[in-house]
C-alpha cells in the first residue's frame, strides 16, 4: 500500500445538505484488466476529509483512509466523463484543484456535436498551451493540464466551442 503522503491535494466541495462526494477523475476497477497492451496498475488512493465553514476556517483532517483499485494506464486524459448523460447547455467549469501544483483538471460541457478549442494564456495573454483542438461528441469531458514547465502565478483558460466563449481563471503554485 505504499506510505503516507506528505501532502493532500484539494478535490472538491458539496453544499452542505449533501453528504458524499464523487470524485469523477479516477475510475477503480476491483480486478485488474486490460487489452494485453496496457494492463490496469494497481492504485492506492489516500484521502482525508476536512470541513470549512462559511468564514474560511477549515477544521483538523480526519484520520487518513485508503481505497485501492486496478486504473486503465491506458485511458486518455480527455475523456467523457461516464453517467453523466448529454449536458443541455455549453459550460467551462472552474479547473480542480485550484491553486494547484503543477497538474489540474478541466471539466467542460458539449450538448451537440462541435468543433471544440481549449487554450491556457499567462497574465499577459500569451497563449502556452492548447488542450484541445478537435471535434467533440456531445457530453461532458475533462481534460487534464501540468503546468510543470511554467512559473508560479495566474492563467486563464478559454474554450472556444461553436459560438460558445468563455475564460476562467487558474493559479499555479510552486
Not at 449533501?18 to 496496457?38: A, R, T
Not at 502565478?153 to 476562467?168: C, N, V
Amino acid at each position: 500500500m505504499g506510505t503516507e503522503p506528505t501532502s493532500y491535494t484539494y478535490l472538491g466541495s458539496v453544499p452542505s445538505d449533501v453528504h458524499e462526494y464523487v470524485d469523477e477523475y479516477y475510475d477503480l476497477y476491483e480486478n485488474p484488466g486490460g487489452s494485453g497492451i496496457c494492463e490496469y496498475s494497481f492504485r492506492a488512493l489516500h484521502y482525508k476529509i476536512s470541513a470549512v465553514d462559511i468564514t474560511s476556517l477549515e477544521s483538523l483532517k480526519s484520520e487518513k483512509d485508503v481505497i485501492t483499485g486496478y486504473i486503465d494506464p491506458c485511458a486518455p486524459e480527455d475523456r467523457p466523463m461516464p453517467d453523466m448523460g448529454t449536458p443541455r447547455e455549453f459550460a467551462l467549469n472552474q479547473n480542480y484543484p485550484n491553486p494547484f501544483n503543477p497538474t489540474t483538471n478541466i471539466q467542460y460541457d458539449i450538448p451537440n456535436d462541435v468543433f471544440v478549442n481549449i487554450k491556457v494564456y499567462d497574465m499577459l495573454g500569451r497563449e502556452v498551451a492548447e488542450l484541445v483542438n478537435e471535434v467533440k461528441n456531445a457530453g461532458r469531458y475533462i481534460v487534464g493540464f501540468n503546468g510543470s514547465n511554467l512559473a508560479s502565478g495566474i492563467y486563464y483558460y478559454k474554450i472556444k466551442a461553436g459560438s460558445f466563449e468563455q475564460t476562467r481563471r487558474m493559479v499555479l503554485i510552486k
